[in-house]
């Protein structure tokens, strides 16, 4: 059970982080307001969460112009997704 428990992320165990990490996972990209409504999340909740992951390199963005409004993209990093990908795994054997 121990050896089980070791690869859980901290970092995911908040549903909406939780949520962007699945999000990016399956997409390459999503921008700012497409998480915000999938995650169905104010503003400042979703932008928090993003920074945190940041931090931890577990997502990066890019900012552009669309139509002169600008737009933020955010995708999951190769270190984001080898740790999410062991956290989920971890979880999946646990539930066995």
């Known amino acids: 059970m121990k050896n089980i428990l070791k690869d859980l992320n901290k970092a995911f165990e ?3 982080r939780l949520g962007i990490m699945s999000a990016l996972t399956v997409n390459d990209q999503l921008d700012f307001t ?6 169905d999340v104010t503003d400042g909740n979703l932008a928090s969460h993003l920074k945190y992951l940041e931090r931890e390199n577990f997502v ?3 900012k552009e112009f669309l139509d002169r409004k600008p737009n ?5 990093t190769p ?3 080898e740790a999410f990908v ?3 795994e971890a979880i999946e054997k646990l539930l066995k």
């Open 72 to 76: 933020t993209r955010y995708s999951i």
């Open 14 to 16: 908040n549903k909406v």
């Open 60 to 62: 990066e963005y890019r």
């Open 79 to 81: 270190s984001g997704k």
């Open 34 to 39: 497409a998480l915000r409504e999938l995650l």
């Open 86 to 88: 062991k956290h989920i």
